[in-house]
């Protein structure tokens, strides 16, 4: 008997093996054409991405480099393909076409987060939200972030006074000066976690990013059927309650404000009780939109605070300590910084940055736009096609994930002479001017553009100021240890240790 369920078995298994191998769909035969690593008919590639965590963005660099001439590389992650597309005109055919506006698979892990808001929305609901928020990124809407950013950037000028001398990780006073910066800017409330740094909403934004990141590298929490039932699942579930209660209450209470303004005849901009304007955030323009054209309900507004709560945050992190590192361990960078920034802001301490002085620091915006070139914030993103697409001579099927891996295309040496290079240089005007649009996409390209990219620039740009203004950088952390590992953002797996040395006695 037993022998007879063994033959059974094993002929089952020989049956499965000839189907795989031997009996592929229409699908399988034409990713089967694009290059790509030899693979497993059972588990594709997994074997190769089989390492630490903070070593899987390193595997797939590695792997992408032996396919260096082709734009795109296929891989198995057992039955499921992925499609890196490491070429700028590859890019292009994707970016480029207002058709391919669906995210990749990987997405969805955010949904319970933000919902159906600008990152997730596609055509006429995208349109319309687009259309909606646009206005919120207007130069006038910015000079009003732009004194929340000074204040904010002072206040972590003057916190990082107390590493003077020491070697620290900066990673984490950048992340909870870029959080208070978000939530000023995005809710109008101060929740002060750079000075606090017990802030619960920080806390809980910590704990959604780890829940996040677990799923990412967990494979049994990303089978839908299965996760509801893990642990992950009811630390997500906590999270998102605090999260979601906070956003709420912010959003109600506001709303209550306004209409109480209105039935006295007041206008919809905010006064305090001095009759002072008071800076317009993000929210308010979501409510004006609801009260004056009914085009947006209490839950969009929720799922648009949220999007830019997360889009805002972890980005701009990721840029500025990036920024900073490359500043630390490039001295002769740094006194052209130095040189640029006592020329354009004085050399007493600085009180304010005017957005006349952010268009003449052109020096460190080269230098911010470098960083991001070799470190972008945002190191991989998706689209799944809906038609067979034709890429640089390559036939993709529809329903396939295409994979951006901006680190390759930022390096693409048809583009980019001495790609592995830090070199600011390049973004000088005479050597910019005639670069091919989509050679450069830390914001991503086309119509889906990153739609708070100047807002991200001016918060760069002014938190590197008023460091580098009254700081000296230095590192001890060497670029050959480095381990950036890629989650949602590009981070230091291990932080970034800087010491900062004040400039001027006092």
Not at 141 to 170: H, P, S, V, W
Request: glycine share 4%; hydrophobic share 40%; proline share 4%.
């Amino acid at each position: 008997m037993m022998i007879t369920v063994s033959c059974y078995a094993l002929i089952l298994f020989l049956l499965i093996y000839i189907k795989l191998k031997y009996f592929k769909s229409k699908f399988e035969k034409m990713l089967l054409k694009l290059p790509g690593p030899g693979y497993n008919v059972f588990i594709g590639n997994l074997m190769r991405f089989a390492v630490k965590r903070e070593e899987l963005y390193s595997v797939i660099s590695d792997l992408c480099n032996e396919f260096s001439n082709e734009p795109v590389v296929r891989v198995w992650l057992g039955k499921t393909p992925r499609i890196f597309l490491t070429k700028v005109e590859a890019a292009k055919v994707i970016l480029s076409d207002i058709s391919h506006d669906v995210k990749g698979v990987h997405y969805k892990l955010l949904y319970p987060w933000m919902g159906d808001g600008l990152l997730f929305s596609t055509g006429a609901k995208w349109r319309e939200r687009r259309r909606m928020i646009t206005p919120t990124f207007h130069f006038r809407i910015l000079e009003e972030f732009r004194g929340i950013m000074n204040k904010q950037a002072a206040i972590l000028a003057d916190i990082l006074t107390e590493n003077t001398n020491n070697y620290f990780n900066i990673h984490p006073y950048i992340t909870r000066a870029s959080l208070d910066i978000i939530c000023e800017t995005a809710m109008g409330i101060q929740i002060g976690s750079q000075l606090e740094k017990t802030s619960n909403f920080l806390q809980a934004v910590s704990g959604m990013t780890q829940c996040l990141i677990q799923r990412i590298f967990n494979i049994w929490s990303q089978i839908a059927i299965l996760f509801p039932f893990s642990q992950i699942a009811r630390r997500q579930h906590q999270i998102l309650e605090v999260l979601h209660t906070f956003t709420r209450k912010i959003i109600q209470e506001r709303k209550a404000e306004l209409e109480a303004k209105t039935q006295i005849g007041a206008k919809m901009t905010m006064e305090n009780e001095f009759g002072q304007k008071r800076r317009l955030a993000f929210l308010d323009m979501l409510l004006e939109a609801q009260y004056e054209h009914g085009s947006i309900d209490d839950k969009g507004i929720q799922e648009e605070v949220d999007t830019f709560m997360f889009e805002g945050h972890d980005t701009t992190t990721s840029g500025i300590t990036w920024t900073l590192y490359n500043i630390a361990r490039f001295p002769e960078f740094q006194a052209k910084i130095h040189e640029e920034l006592d020329q354009v802001l004085g050399t007493e301490e600085v009180t304010e940055i005017s957005s006349q002085h952010l268009s003449n620091l052109k020096y460190l915006e080269c230098v911010i736009k470098e960083s991001l070139r070799c470190f972008p914030a945002v190191p991989i993103f998706s689209r799944k096609l809906l038609r067979d697409t034709d890429i640089c001579g390559y036939t993709i099927p529809s329903g396939a994930t295409v994979s951006f891996l901006v680190e390759r295309i930022h390096k693409d040496s048809n583009h980019w002479p001495e790609p592995e290079k830090f070199d600011p240089d390049r973004f000088l005007p005479e050597n910019a001017s005639n670069r091919h649009p989509y050679a450069f996409i830390p914001f991503s390209a086309g119509h889906r553009n990153c739609i708070g990219q100047r807002f991200a620039m001016m918060e760069l740009k002014i938190i590197a100021a008023y460091i580098l203004h009254r700081y000296s950088l230095k590192t001890e952390t060497k670029f050959e240890t480095l381990q950036p590992i890629s989650e949602f953002v590009l981070r230091p797996s291990n932080g970034i240790s800087i010491k900062i040395q004040p400039r001027r006695t006092t």
